[in-house]
């Protein structure tokens, strides 16, 4: 195994709790309480998705794409300016370890791009990182394998010289269908998540965590 590719949101910052809470407050704002059932099927995925859900749910009365995002990014910033990004413990040490070791290292999220930029130097671990690939690059979004075939092939690599590490149902059915092994980040922050293929379950980036992963890397 040549690289890894990281999932970002649950990943390297524990921001899922906090979309839900900002896509709830978005909508609240025009009357509609968001249940967490009509969210969760979009963790992992992309805006375009979640308004395909949230339309289904609750109509098409809804402000649109572009309104919502603004109103629900406008919310993060708020909280973001306050309380910086959620962190997850022992991520900055275990990213740099894996570098260090001499594996290539790429984010593939489905966040925009700006935005995990931004992550990624808010973590001082931009350095450590090759590249990174956007949902918003491709046209089908995670579950689709999209995401992670444009990842590797910025990296010039096959399915087979890579690890995918993600925490939620949606980045583990893209990680299979793009035909590489997963590593599921099992964040409990994430909500109901189940990657059932897994080839390894780890719920920290504990030191003990790291060398299970780069065990698998040799393996």
Known sequence: MKAIIFDMDGVLVNTEPLHYECWKAALADE????SYEVYKPCIGSTVGYLMKLLKAAYGENISD??????????????????DGFPQIPGVKEAIKRLHDEGFRLEVAS????????????ALEIRQYF????????????????????RAMEKLNLKPEDCIIVE???????????????CVWFHNPDSGDQQIPHAVLTITSWSPENVDKLIDLMHA
Do not use: W
Not at 111 to 119: D, E, K, M, P
Not at 130 to 146: F, I, L, M, R, W
Not at 171 to 180: I, Y
């Open 31 to 34: 009357g509609v309480d968001m």
């Open 65 to 82: 794409a572009e309104t919502l995002r603004a109103r629900m990014y406008a919310k993060k910033e708020e909280i973001v300016q306050k």
């Open 110 to 121: 489905s966040s925009a791009g700006y935005y995990i930029g931004r992550v990624l130097d």
């Open 130 to 149: 090759e590249c990174y690939t956007s949902g918003e690059e491709v046209e089908h979004p995670k579950p689709a394998p999209d995401t992670f075939l």
């Open 167 to 181: 925490d939620s149902t949606n980045g583990g059915k893209a990680a299979a269908a793009a035909g590489a092994k």
